[in-house]
């Protein structure tokens, strides 16, 4: 009909054939080995400054045969920035043996310009403690995981985080900079537990999500230091409105005990944790936070989120304190590039800052 004709021809258009030669087409083409999608577009951000990012998103499917399992997913993102930042990560999901198997590898490599406040939201909140200095790290975390019930999973991996702060500046900040000045390798074996009902691991339409990841962290493994880490996560997503609109909410926590080096405290802020916070600013021994989002589908692979959000950072847990809640608020753009994989640009505002975040996948 005459509405099918029209939407023929927009998808002719010049911005469609362009999609269309990045693989950015909305769907995915199982005779390829990895169907690839690559994607320019700029932020800013506090932490970066203004620059450009390149996504490049393969989804593919180790057994053909195999109909039960999700479709795998590598995400590769690169960036750089005018004010001297760059760096790559990246993100594997891997689902087979009719997912009775998840292997799940995580890594980064950058060189950045960083921002320190001291530790605790005594030092983090006051604007004249900042120390600027120049952050170069390297992090690999793989977790194969196995199914022991129905939606149950329980794996194992381990934790490598090398950083070196170098060029620091105190500036006139009165914080004591000098746990900065050494390298720090931290070096930890992970175990993670969860629960997990989403329809989609990277873009949940339905379901939930209860995991508990525990890391130990010693020298004799070759870790500089040594100290324990437990994490907690509880998602939740539900249909709500037209299309696949999704209401979708969050509680995270992270808990840190022994000697953990600046660069393992636990943090809010950046693309997904209360994000217009800059990453890093906010860190102590222990975090809670919680985000409630809205996502709103549109016709023709676009559509909106909106969210609130909330976090605290403190030495112990007694010592969380509610006239230090950071609070968090913003709006987003969402295209979706491959099957169920959204192309993410987010404008977050916080408590006296705010960020332009370019990425792939949700938040959460």
Do not use: C
Request: charged share 20%.
């Amino acid at each position: 009909d005459v509405a099918e004709q029209q939407e023929s021809q927009g998808d002719g258009s010049f911005i469609d054939n362009i999609r269309e030669k990045l693989g950015a087409d909305g769907g995915y083409d199982s005779s390829k080995a990895i169907d690839f999608s690559v994607l320019p577009g700029p932020f800013y951000n506090p932490e970066l400054s203004l620059g450009v990012g390149i996504s490049a998103i393969g989804l593919y499917q180790i057994d053909e045969s195999d109909q039960v399992s999700q479709t795998s997913s590598l995400v590769i993102n690169g960036f750089a920035s005018i004010n001297g930042s760059i760096g790559m990560t990246i993100d594997n999901r891997s689902f087979f043996k009719e997912d009775q198997w998840r292997l799940y590898i995580d890594a980064d490599i950058a060189d950045a310009p960083d921002v320190f406040y001291g530790v605790g939201y005594q030092q983090n909140h006051q604007d004249n403690n900042r120390v600027d200095f120049n952050h170069r790290q390297l992090s690999l975390r793989p977790m194969l995981l196995g199914r022991v019930a129905d939606s149950a999973f329980i794996g194992a991996g381990f934790d490598f985080s090398y950083a070196k702060a170098s060029e620091i500046d105190p500036s006139q900040s009165e914080v004591d900079s000098s746990i900065l000045e050494s390298s720090s390798s931290a070096v930890g074996l992970t175990l993670q537990a969860n629960y997990d009902t989403r329809d989609v691991v990277r873009n949940p339409y339905e379901g939930r999500l209860l995991q508990l990841d525990a890391g130990w962290y010693h020298p004799h493994i070759g870790s500089n230091d040594s100290f324990q880490t437990l994490s907690f996560n509880y998602s939740e997503y539900y249909r709500l409105g037209p299309r696949d609109s999704v209401l979708a909410w969050q509680y995270k926590s992270r808990f840190s005990y022994g000697d953990v080096p600046w660069h393992m405290l636990s943090t809010v802020g950046g693309g997904s944790a209360l994000r217009g916070y800059t990453t890093g600013r906010y860190r102590d021994k222990q975090m809670m936070m919680s985000q409630i989002e809205y996502r709103w589908d549109l016709p023709r692979r676009h559509g909106l989120v909106f969210w609130l959000g909330a976090g605290a950072v403190a030495p112990t847990l007694d010592e969380f304190s509610s006239q230090e809640i950071l609070p968090n608020a913003g709006f987003g753009y969402r295209f979706e590039v491959k099957s169920r994989v959204n192309l993410r640009l987010d404008m977050g505002f916080s408590d006296g800052e705010s960020g332009f975040y370019f990425n792939v996948d949700e938040a959460f």
